[in-house]
Nanobody, 119 residues
């Protein structure tokens, strides 16, 4: 099993920046990709960004393209989400996750880190 721990959330004014981190431990050799998701109050959890381990294939939700950047440090088993030009609608609990081995289905989640953007 892989354990995931997020950090870096906080309160920021609109237009500001935050960098989230997600560090994996345990059976990290099984990781093939890592993704960031978010869930705002009263809304369903939504995809934000993802990166694959082997070829660094990256994907973003349309709502964050051009503002968020996902990257990874394989040596540290850590993925980062640099969030710039933050908007109040980015306010949410942000989770990192890894997919089940051999699939693209994300089923292993961290505990989440809160991001609050004030207007």
């Amino acid at each position: 099993q892989v354990q995931l721990v997020e950090s870096g959330g906080g309160l920021v004014q609109a237009g500001g920046s935050l960098r989230l981190s997600c560090t994996a431990s345990g059976r990290t050799f099984s990781i093939t990709a890592m993704g960031w998701f978010r869930q705002a109050p009263g809304k369903e959890r939504e995809f934000v960004a993802s990166i694959t381990w082997k070829y660094d294939n990256i994907a973003y939700a349309d709502s964050v393209k051009g503002r968020f950047t996902i990257s990874r440090d394989s040596a540290k088993n850590t993925v980062y989400l640099q969030m710039d030009s933050l908007k109040p609608e980015d306010t949410a609990l942000y989770y990192c996750a890894v997919p089940r081995v051999g699939t693209s289905q994300y089923d292993n989640w961290g505990q989440g880190t809160q991001v609050t953007v004030s207007s």
